[in-house]
């Protein structure tokens, strides 16, 4: 139980272009979902906390303008990279949140912004 | 400020070996107490949590972990280490919103 999908796995894009990444709860409901990103070899940096039906709260320094939050239903949240750069380009994951203090996280999405 | 720290950067055992990785915390509150453990490219998988009762955790694959309240610490340990094993593990803290430690990487040698 508790797993938590992504889609897609790896992304390749144009700089300038936007993408969509897509986390889904796949056994339990999630009012609250959260999206990371992780630089190479480097820890998980919380960029927003997604909670459904509502707006996303973002991180100090996350422009939320440019990574756009959608939780429109309770098995679903969705990242979309809004003009991405490279500069973009990272590994992003989300995890979604059983209970009060669990979190189960996704596969991670591969961005390559060329 | 609640923080997490996991002292070792890198670590290489022996197959067969025993394993210990540190994570030391900092939190206003009771803690919520995480390992994880990430493959290349992969996501987080929950090895093992403390939220309250025996300090001594018993995870998944052999994994556990003993909370220490006087020492701010949940170190991770394993009595014999598998090649498997290798990849990166993640101390997280907290409650609604989590804290992670900047993780360790482990290489097992054959």
């Known amino acids: 139980g508790a797993v938590v999908s992504q889609h897609p796995s790896r992304v390749i894009c144009k700089s300038g272009t936007s993408v969509k990444i897509e986390c889904r709860s796949l056994?339990?409901?999630?009012?609250?979902m959260f999206w990371y990103r992780q630089f190479p070899k480097k820890s998980l940096m919380l960029m927003a906390t997604?909670?459904?039906?509502?707006?996303?709260?973002?991180e100090q320094g996350v422009e939320k303008d440019k990574f756009l939050i959608n939780h429109a239903s309770l098995t679903l949240s969705t990242l979309t990279v809004t003009s991405a750069h490279p500069e973009d380009s990272s590994f992003y994951i989300c995890?979604?949140?059983?209970?009060?203090?669990?979190?189960?996280f996704g596969p991670g999405t591969r961005l390559t912004v060329t | 400020a609640q923080s997490v720290t996991q002292p070792d950067i890198h670590i290489t055992v022996s197959e067969g070996a025993s394993l210990e990785l540190r994570c030391n915390y900092s939190?206003?509150?009771?803690?919520?107490l995480f390992w994880y453990v990430q493959s290349p490219g992969q996501g987080l998988q929950l090895l093992l949590k403390?939220?309250?009762?025996?300090?001594l955790v018993q995870g998944i694959k052999g994994f556990e972990a003993e909370f220490k309240r006087s020492q701010s610490s949940f170190n991770l340990r394993k009595p014999s280490v598998h090649w498997s094993d290798a990849a990166e593990y993640f101390c997280?803290?907290?409650?609604?919103?989590?804290?992670f430690g900047t993780g360790t990487s482990l290489t097992v040698i054959p």
């Open positions: 995890s979604a949140r059983l209970g009060n203090y669990e979190q189960y």
């Open positions: 056994d339990f409901q999630a009012t609250t």
């Open positions: 997604s909670n459904e039906g509502s707006k996303a709260t973002y």
């Open positions: 939190y206003g509150a009771t803690p919520y």
């Open positions: 403390y939220f309250s009762g025996d300090t």
């Open positions: 997280a803290v907290g409650g609604p919103q989590f804290y």
